[in-house]
């Protein structure tokens, strides 16, 4: 099973390019604390499943307590929210992809997603999860991100935008928007490369983490289908 802590490869920890990456846009996800979910005019669904190294796995939330604030994306509801701005080794993670097909939602384009996390918790343990933003930058990006290597890959590599390119080109400018405090190609220059092109992935801590189990599928449940390339 892959180490729990900071998003990383085959359990290590990340390459320093890559946390440069995370360190960088940690100023911006920070600012993300005090959001309290995406407000939604259609009663919340919870989230059940999410990706694990290209398989789709049961990831069950743990129940609401009296007075806990809620965390909800568009229409998707992910349970509690445990404030805490700096993600911890001891948790698993949870990755938040824009865009996915995994959840989808008519009239809440903006917010579908896949749900990504790097391990499977002990069997029945409900254990906290780093939320992170992934968000795609790169329009040529095509291939749906199920893995945390895969998402980790493609933020060490860069891309250069066209003249023609705009804030609306860049396939999650609506996660950029509402989480990062990003609405224009200016304000991607924290984010660029030592090269000075632009990551084709960006990787940002949500500072804050949810409850959760994860289990693999049962026995005879079909994986989810692998993207071509994968």
């Known amino acids: 099973m892959a180490a729990a802590g900071s998003?990383?490869?085959?359990?290590?920890?990340?390459?320093?390019?890559?946390?440069?990456?995370?360190?960088?846009?940690?100023?911006?996800?920070?600012?993300?604390?005090l959001w309290a979910g995406t407000p939604s005019a259609d009663p919340p669904s919870s989230?059940?499943?999410?990706y694990l190294r290209n398989q789709l796995v049961s990831f069950n939330l743990a129940p609401l307590q009296k007075g806990q604030q809620p965390f909800s994306l568009g229409p998707?509801?992910?349970g509690a929210r445990v404030s805490d701005r700096k993600p911890r080794d001891a948790r698993l993670n949870l990755y938040l992809v824009s865009p996915g097909t995994l959840h989808q939602a008519e009239g809440h384009e903006d917010f579908d997603h896949n749900d990504i996390i790097n391990a499977l918790p002990?069997?029945?343990?409900?254990?906290?999860?780093?939320?992170?933003?992934?968000?795609v930058l790169d329009p040529a990006l095509r291939e749906?991100?199920?893995?945390?290597?895969?998402?980790?890959?493609?933020?060490?590599?860069g891309f250069t935008p066209g003249d023609l390119f705009e804030f609306q080109d860049v396939p999650g400018h609506a996660f950029l928007r509402a989480f990062l405090n990003v609405d224009s190609l200016d304000g991607l220059?924290?984010?660029?490369?030592?090269?000075?092109?632009?990551?084709?992935?960006?990787?940002?801590?949500?500072g804050f983490a949810i409850r959760a189990s994860a289990a693999p599928p049962e026995a005879g449940q079909p994986d989810a289908p692998v993207a071509d390339g994968k």
């Open 76 to 78: 998707w509801q992910f």
């Open 47 to 50: 989230v059940s499943t999410a």
């Open 122 to 135: 002990p069997e029945g343990a409900v254990v906290e999860w780093d939320v992170y933003w992934v968000i």
């Open 189 to 206: 220059a924290a984010y660029r490369l030592k090269d000075g092109r632009l990551p084709r992935v960006i990787i940002a801590p949500a």
């Open 7 to 33: 998003p990383s490869r085959g359990g290590g920890k990340l390459r320093a390019s890559a946390t440069r990456v995370l360190r960088l846009a940690a100023l911006a996800g920070c600012a993300a604390v």
């Open 144 to 157: 749906d991100i199920r893995s945390e290597q895969e998402l980790i890959v493609q933020a060490q590599e």
